[in-house]
Every structure is written in structure tokens, then in C-alpha cells.
């Protein structure tokens, strides 16, 4: 079980340059996240997965996008890279039995580091 | 709506002493879940605790110990006899029943001098 993998683990863009940051997880969560980390500060949400298929915006979606198209793949899409853009990506996956009231832990990868020059 | 408050940015103790990290949250939810996280300076986020709103029974795990009051809405934490590994940041989260994402703290940052 290798739990939430992340790739790349480390990543320097030019200054509008595209990129795709990949998760996948074997845990068969059928939750998954996007979080940004800046340096020294808390963790936010950029978008979030329920099911495949599903997607939803987090706190801050402006120059993301995702998709889901299988259970255990969750990709993270940077358009036109900018300078804001640096940070330390984590995903993270965790089990909803869809029972109100009921939350699993969120397992998180090892998180890829972006430089955008 | 939701919110945690870990008041204290940076803590520093040296080796041996015990140490509490604070974490106080809000919610008009009745059933909602907190959460322990550990981020050492190697950067991964590992889980240290999951805690429902219907459980108010203190954890302890080996130096580790927790104290969930929901008269106070505090889930604080507490790290016996601190060690130079221990040194990272720890964050705090909230679930309810209302909301999907997980919300988190501004994380505490510990650092153990020996």
C-alpha cells in the first residue's frame, strides 16, 4: 500500500509555462484534495474531488484546474504559471462511507515543491 | 462557519519539559470531527488524531496526550518529556457534518532545544 503519491517532487516553471502536478492514491478513497502550502503558513484548499466525475472549488481554484476521471487518479492543471504560484502542493485523499455525520482521516502525500520563475 | 485557532505561532522548550499546543475551534455543528497533524522539518504532513464530537475521553499515546472539552471547545495537546524530534509544526483541524473540506489551523511551530 503506497498510499498518496505525488510526482513531481520538486518542479521549476518559467513564468507562463503549463504544468501538471499528479496524485494517485491505492487506498480506494473516494474523497480527494488539493492543498497549497506558502512558506511558513497554514494549508489551503484549492479544489477538492468527491467521486469521479465530481469536482468542487476550495478557498483559492483562480489558476488551477482538475479533473477526475478515475477513483484513484487526481490531477492538479497550472495554466500560465506565475511567480504567486510558488508554494508546496500537497493532495490528499480520504474515505467517506456517505453516512451523514461520518469523516474519515485525510492521508496526505509527500507534497511536490513548485518554483515559478 | 467554521474556524480553528491556534494562538501560539512558535513555541520553543528545551529537551524533557512538557509542552502544550492549543487549539480552539467553532462550529454551530453537534457532530463534527478534530484532527492532529504533525509536519516535520522533512516537510510530509503525518495524521497523529482523529477525535468525534460524541468522545470526550482524553487520549494519551505513549508521550503524547490529548484534551478534548467541548465546554470550552478546545482540543489541546500536550507532548510529555518533549524530545528534539519532536520539533515541527502541528496543526489542528476541524470537519462538521456541514461542510466536505477539512479546515485547519495556522499550525503551532514546536521547536525542542536539547
Known amino acids: 500500500n503506497a498510499g498518496v503519491t505525488q510526482t513531481p517532487k520538486f518542479r521549476i516553471l518559467k513564468i507562463g509555462q503549463s504544468m501538471t502536478l499528479q496524485c494517485t492514491q491505492d487506498?480506494?478513497?473516494?474523497?480527494m484534495y488539493w492543498y497549497r502550502q506558502d512558506p511558513g503558513m497554514g494549508l489551503k484548499l484549492i479544489y477538492y474531488?468527491?467521486?469521479?466525475?465530481?469536482?468542487d472549488k476550495g478557498e483559492v481554484p483562480n489558476g488551477y484546474n482538475v479533473s477526475r476521471s478515475t477513483t484513484e487518479d487526481f490531477p492538479l492543471r497550472l495554466e500560465l504559471a506565475a511567480p504567486s504560484q510558488t508554494s508546496v502542493y500537497f493532495c490528499?485523499?480520504?474515505?467517506?462511507?456517505?453516512?451523514?455525520?461520518?469523516?474519515?482521516?485525510?492521508?496526505f502525500g509527500p507534497g511536490t515543491r513548485l518554483l515559478v520563475l | 462557519a467554521q474556524k480553528v485557532t491556534q494562538a501560539q505561532t512558535e513555541i520553543s522548550v528545551v529537551e524533557k519539559e512538557d509542552v502544550t499546543l492549543d487549539c480552539v475551534y467553532e462550529?454551530?455543528?453537534?457532530?463534527?470531527?478534530l484532527f492532529w497533524y504533525k509536519q516535520p522539518p522533512s516537510g510530509e504532513l503525518v495524521f497523529l488524531i482523529r477525535?468525534?464530537?460524541?468522545?470526550?475521553q482524553n487520549e494519551i499515546s505513549g508521550r503524547y496526550s490529548w484534551n478534548f472539552q467541548k465546554s470550552t471547545s478546545s482540543f489541546n495537546f500536550t507532548i510529555t518529556a518533549s524530545q528534539v524530534v519532536d520539533s515541527a509544526v502541528y496543526f489542528c483541524?476541524?470537519?462538521?457534518?456541514?461542510?466536505?473540506?477539512?479546515?485547519f489551523g495556522k499550525g503551532t511551530r514546536l521547536s525542542v532545544i536539547a
Open positions: 490528499a485523499s480520504s474515505y467517506s462511507p456517505g453516512l451523514a455525520g461520518e469523516q474519515e482521516t485525510q492521508y
Open positions: 487506498m480506494n478513497h473516494n474523497y
Open positions: 474531488s468527491v467521486g469521479a466525475g465530481i469536482t
Open positions: 462550529t454551530r455543528d453537534t457532530t463534527y470531527y
Open positions: 477525535r468525534n464530537s460524541f468522545d470526550e
Open positions: 483541524a476541524l470537519w462538521d457534518s456541514g461542510n466536505t473540506p477539512l479546515v
